[in-house]
């Protein structure tokens, strides 16, 4: 059945540091992906996503292009921030319409 | 717009006693999905609806959860009786359509002494 898998946390950076968390996918058809974001004490939002391939998802200085051949979806950002700290998780859109999960990557941002 | 709301926000019972989470949907979205999250298995999928119709139950994991939704503002997630490996985070979330961005309420921390 589908299926993501994205790394293993926790992830330790320090501000400014450069972020990819890896990211892969098992499925058929062509599957939207997301990457999803939870703060502390907070319910799971929407950071970006991509319904295509090749497609770049973007926001908030992250981005993820959702690549077919390595079925994969990294996520990205060129300078960590403190206020980045939370729990990524990865997502496809499943065939009966609802979304799978990865088991989440904890990121803390050191000042 | 509210956002998805969830009620209580903790919940602390004891062993055997019945726990009902609350769950308002965002008004005009058609699919209700609920989560359990815990350290050790994540985020896992219970049972979401569409159009107030269990789509797919096959994640709730044995007879003693059930979960309704008698319209389409209102859904409850049951569990009778609780056992301390109930313990988590419930999560319900909504979306306008199958497929498309789920919004998250803040989520039921529950806890099953």
Redesign the interface.
Known sequence: GDSVTQMEGPVTLSEEAFLTINCTYTATGY??L?W?VQYP??????LL?ATKADDKGSNKGFEATYRKETTSFHLEKGSVQVSDSAVY?CAL??S?????????TKLSVKP | DAGVIQSPRHEVTEMGQEVTLRCKPISGHNSLFWYRQTMMRGLELLIYFNNNVPIDDSGMPEDRFSAKMPNASFSTLKIQPSEPRDSAVYFCASSRGTGLELFFGSGTQLSVL
């Open positions: 599957p939207s997301f999803y004490g907070e319910g799971l939002q929407l996503k998780f859109g499943g009966q319409g609802n979304l799978i999960f990865g088991k989440g």
